[in-house]
């Protein structure tokens, strides 16, 4: 098993930017695809982004292509979501997500650890 921990969410102006972390404890980190999600107040689990355990695939959602930008270090057992240009529709609570797969899967249904999330807000 791998437990996940996200840090780095916060309050932001519209068109900062902002660095979230998955830090993974227990099993090897690069046994596991990893996904970021994001929810929004009265609102579903959305994908936002993943990536493939060697880090070698990523994809992203429509709605943050071009701004956020996802990665891994394996050898820190930590993954990483860059947020660019970030706008007030970008406000939710962040969750990473792993999955112990070669490749990630955009449906939360494919993970089965999750972190606590971190909340990030975007002021207009």
């Known amino acids: 098993q791998v437990q996940l921990v996200e840090s780095g969410g916060g309050l932001v102006q519209a068109g900062d930017s902002l660095r979230l972390s998955c830090a993974a404890s227990?099993?090897?980190?690069?046994?596991?695809?990893m996904g970021w999600f994001r929810q929004a107040p009265g609102k579903g689990r959305e994908f936002v982004a993943a990536i493939t355990r060697s880090g070698g695939g990523t994809d992203y959602a429509d709605s943050v292509k071009g701004r956020f930008n996802i990665s891994r270090d394996n050898a820190k057992n930590t993954g990483y979501l860059q947020m660019n240009s970030l706008k007030p529709e970008d406000t939710a609570v962040y969750y990473c997500?792993?999955?112990?797969?070669?490749?990630?899967?955009?449906?939360?249904?494919?993970?089965?650890?999750w972190g606590q999330g971190t909340q990030v807000t975007v002021s207009s």
């Open positions: 997500a792993a999955r112990s797969n070669t490749y990630y899967s955009a449906s939360p249904y494919g993970y089965g650890y």
């Open positions: 227990g099993r090897s980190f690069s046994s596991y695809a």
